[in-house]
């Protein structure tokens, strides 16, 4: 920041408008979160938002679910157990009958094999979701902790402005008095102030609204919260790797191996399906026992039940997951093309957001300290007015927001490259 003794002459002094201004300022920067305490960084606000119990009651319950899918098809059908009684009309001609049987379906066409296979490959398509969904919920923690810090800064630079404007109007009522500036100079400044606080109060507000919904992300988020009043981080992004590095590893995507895995698991059950030919039957053996009046006896009872595949073949069944297949193999191959093209994309737009900021940085930051150089000398000589003054300083302002609101863009872009890209290796 410029120092204002060179294009006044003056050291500020206090006066009852500045110090009611100052006052203001003062209470505004009370408002927002203190700077005191320890800063939330973004690893502390990941592990406390991913480690809630909620998060992780619904990671477990997915995970049950498709374990139980694998137990129901590594079981055998349970046996049966069957009684009958034959009991004549005429007891005296003709015996008692009991018969026992126990039966058991089994299966030789393998069958029971792929569906357990089908249920191991639908277990790792619900792990690979998990992780997908997770790495959203992780983007959206992200962006809200990003989107604070983003406003964190701005604010700052607006507190920075408006305390700066403040000192120099200081400095105009006192020379206004001696009739070295015009009442003009002085009122234009006012007003300057003036604009500077509304703005100070619109980036409060947008500030507080980010830290509620930085609250709304877990339980005990405004708790945790509260005791850190700020985050601190680097607003700027590092460099992605490059892009051939994520475009070879595409198939790693969460995304797209949970695809993958319930395209696998599918065709499995259509191959279980298709196996109609080898009916399963059910065998039966048991013992069958005859009282009569005259004698009794026991025998052995075998039985076998084997289901004729005559009206019906499983069409049905082997219909409907063929269509299926077709369905999750049409939508794998569109979620490739689209996430290889977001890919593409938001690589191109991260790396030319970088070199923006750099350019910014460099280029940018130089060529606004020489315009505020000019505008204090210019000023202090007789050559321009305070509105030229005003604008100057206005733009070292705007300056310093476009380049925190260029990071910005950089860090969401990244943010969401990284949330594409889950489950790829570096």
């Given at each position: 920041?410029?120092?204002?003794?060179?294009?006044?002459?003056?050291?500020?002094?206090?006066?009852?408008?500045?110090?009611?201004?100052?006052?203001?300022?003062t209470?505004?920067?009370?408002?927002?979160?203190?700077?005191?305490?320890?800063?939330?960084?973004?690893?502390?606000?990941l592990?406390?938002?991913?480690?809630?119990?909620?998060?992780?009651?619904?990671?477990?319950?997915?995970?049950?679910?498709?374990?139980?899918?694998?137990?129901?098809?590594?079981?055998?059908?349970?046996?049966?157990?069957?009684?009958?009684?034959?009991?004549p009309?005429?007891?005296?001609?003709?015996?008692?009958?009991?018969?026992y049987?126990?039966?058991q379906?089994?299966?030789l066409?393998?069958?029971?094999?792929?569906?357990?296979?089908?249920a191991?490959?639908?277990?790792?398509?619900?792990?690979?979701?998990?992780?997908?969904?997770?790495?959203?919920?992780?983007?959206?923690?992200?962006?809200?902790?990003?989107?604070v810090?983003?406003?964190?800064?701005?604010?700052?630079v607006v507190?920075?402005?408006?305390?700066?404007?403040?000192?120099?109007?200081?400095?105009?009522?006192k020379?206004?008095?001696?009739?070295?500036?015009?009442?003009?100079?002085?009122?234009?400044?006012?007003?300057?102030?003036?604009?500077?606080?509304?703005?100070?109060?619109?980036?409060?507000?947008?500030?507080?609204?980010?830290?509620?919904?930085?609250?709304?992300?877990w339980?005990?988020?405004?708790?945790?919260?509260?005791?850190?009043?700020?985050?601190s981080g680097?607003?700027l992004?590092?460099?992605?790797?490059?892009?051939?590095?994520?475009?070879?590893?595409?198939?790693?995507?969460?995304?797209?191996?949970?695809?993958?895995?319930?395209?696998?698991?599918?065709?499995?059950?259509?191959?279980?399906?298709?196996?109609w030919?080898?009916?399963?039957?059910?065998?039966?053996?048991?013992?069958k026992?005859f009282?009569?009046?005259?004698?009794?006896?026991?025998?052995?009872?075998?039985?076998?039940?084997?289901p004729?595949p005559l009206?019906?073949?499983?069409?049905?069944?082997?219909?409907?997951?063929?269509?299926?297949?077709?369905?999750?193999?049409?939508?794998?191959?569109?979620?490739?093309?689209?996430?290889?093209?977001?890919?593409?994309?938001?690589?191109?737009?991260?790396?030319?957001?970088?070199?923006?900021?750099?350019?910014?940085?460099?280029?940018?930051?130089?060529?606004?300290?020489?315009?505020?150089?000019?505008?204090?000398?210019?000023?202090?000589?007789?050559?321009?007015?305070?509105?030229?003054?005003?604008?100057?300083?206005?733009?070292?302002?705007?300056?310093?927001l476009?380049?925190?609101?260029?990071?910005?863009?950089?860090?969401l872009?990244?943010?969401?490259?990284?949330?594409l890209?889950?489950?790829?290796?570096?």
């Amino acid at each position: 920041m410029i120092s204002t003794k060179p294009l006044l002459f003056l050291k500020p002094i206090n006066n009852r408008l500045y110090s009611a201004l100052w006052l203001l300022s003062t209470t505004l920067l009370l408002a927002l979160p203190s700077h005191a305490k320890s800063p939330l960084t973004e690893s502390e606000l990941l592990e406390q938002v991913m480690q809630q119990v909620s998060v992780q009651d619904w990671v477990n319950g997915r995970l049950d679910e498709a374990q139980s899918d694998i137990m129901a098809a590594s079981h055998w059908e349970n046996p049966t157990f069957s009684y009958a009684m034959d009991l004549p009309g005429k007891r005296d001609q003709n015996a008692f009958e009991n018969s026992y049987m126990l039966s058991q379906q089994i299966d030789l066409s393998g069958r029971r094999g792929l569906r357990q296979s089908a249920a191991q490959q639908n277990l790792q398509a619900v792990e690979a979701g998990i992780e997908s969904r997770l790495a959203a919920f992780q983007a959206q923690t992200r962006q809200r902790f990003f989107e604070v810090l983003h406003l964190q800064h701005r604010v700052d630079v607006v507190n920075a402005w408006s305390r700066h404007l403040n000192e120099l109007q200081a400095i105009l009522q006192k020379r206004e008095r001696a009739g070295d500036v015009s009442g003009y100079d002085l009122k234009r400044m006012q007003r300057e102030c003036a604009t500077a606080m509304t703005r100070q109060q619109t980036e409060t507000a947008a500030l507080q609204q980010s830290w509620e919904k930085l609250f709304a992300l877990w339980p005990d988020g405004a708790k945790v919260l509260s005791a850190t009043h700020t985050v601190s981080g680097e607003l700027l992004p590092e460099a992605p790797l490059p892009l051939e590095n994520y475009l070879n590893q595409l198939q790693q995507t969460a995304a797209l191996r949970r695809l993958a895995k319930q395209q696998s698991a599918l065709n499995m059950n259509a191959q279980a399906a298709q196996r109609w030919q080898i009916p399963q039957f059910k065998v039966g053996v048991g013992a069958k026992t005859f009282d009569a009046t005259t004698y009794s006896d026991t025998g052995v009872l075998v039985n076998i039940e084997v289901p004729l595949p005559l009206w019906s073949q499983n069409n049905a069944e082997r219909l409907r997951l063929q269509a299926q297949t077709q369905q999750a193999d049409s939508e794998y191959q569109w979620a490739y093309q689209q996430t290889q093209g977001e890919i593409k994309g938001l690589w191109l737009s991260l790396n030319g957001l970088l070199q923006a900021a750099a350019n910014i940085e460099h280029r940018g930051q130089a060529l606004s300290d020489g315009l505020t150089t000019i505008a204090v000398s210019s000023y202090r000589g007789g050559e321009i007015g305070i509105l030229e003054l005003l604008d100057a300083y206005r733009e070292r302002q705007a300056f310093k927001l476009e380049r925190l609101d260029l990071a910005y863009k950089a860090r969401l872009a990244r943010i969401e490259l990284d949330r594409l890209t889950a489950g790829m290796t570096p």
